[in-house]
């Protein structure tokens, strides 16, 4: 049992460029997040959805987009990526609204240069 | 700002003694706690959670105890074992588990020494 599958682990963006991170989840949770740890800090919530097509924001959406076409996957993209960006970013999933457990992935670690 | 605070950036405790981590929260509205355990290179785990209906729960070597007034909270370990080293994130909620956001600490690295 797979869990919550995040790719790439490692990624090095210049400023600009544009990027999808992928995050696949194989427990049928209909509740899926986005998370970004920066350094020092608390996870804070980029975006999360509440099953297939329906998406909002969380604390810290700016620069960020996602969709959700299917109960499985839950991919975050990037447009113009700006050094602010640089963050760890972990996708989770859970069977019941965020507040409580939450299932985490192994967590993308993103550098803009 | 931070909504939930974990002063203390680390920990060192020796093997079989007790830990004690430390939480506090300034959002008196927050009413669901949970304690998150993180291993390098892997996605944070749940470890333990309590409603603020209680103010202990308690789960094999892992107790969490929530002081509302005070608005703190802390997680002890007893036994601690060497494979409890981890970083521990404190995280609260608003509208309990119904909640959409999960408010998370800034973490406190543990470090059991055998």
């Known amino acids: 049992n797979a869990g919550v599958t995040q790719t790439p682990k490692f990624r090095i963006l210049k400023i600009g460029q544009s990027m999808t991170l992928q995050c696949t989840q194989d427990?049928?949770?209909?509740?899926m997040y986005w998370y970004r740890q920066d350094p020092g800090m608390g996870l804070k919530l980029i975006y999360y959805s509440v099953g297939a097509g329906i998406t909002d924001k969380g604390e810290v959406p700016n620069g960020y987009n996602v969709s959700r076409s299917t109960t499985e996957d839950f991919p975050l993209r990037l447009e113009l990526a700006a050094p602010s960006q640089t963050s760890v970013y972990f996708c989770?999933?859970?069977?019941?609204?965020?507040?409580?457990?939450?299932?985490f992935g192994e967590g993308s670690r993103l550098t803009v240069l | 700002d931070q909504q939930v605070k974990q002063n203390s950036p680390s920990l060192s405790v020796q093997e079989g003694r007790i830990s004690i981590l430390n939480c506090d929260y300034t959002n008196s509205m927050f009413d669901y706690f949970l304690w998150y355990k993180k291993y390098p290179a892997e996605g944070p785990t749940f470890l333990i959670s309590i409603s603020s209906i209680k103010d202990k729960n308690e789960d094999g070597r892992f107790t969490v105890f929530l002081n509302k007034s005070a608005k703190h909270l802390s997680l002890h370990i007893v036994p601690s074992q060497p494979g409890d080293s981890a970083v521990y994130f404190c995280a609260a909620s608003e509208g309990g588990t119904g909640a959409n956001n999960l408010f998370f600490g800034t973490g406190t690295r543990l470090t059991v020494i055998p």
């Open positions: 989770a999933s859970s069977a019941t609204r965020g507040g409580g457990e939450l299932f």
């Open positions: 427990m049928n949770h209909n509740y």
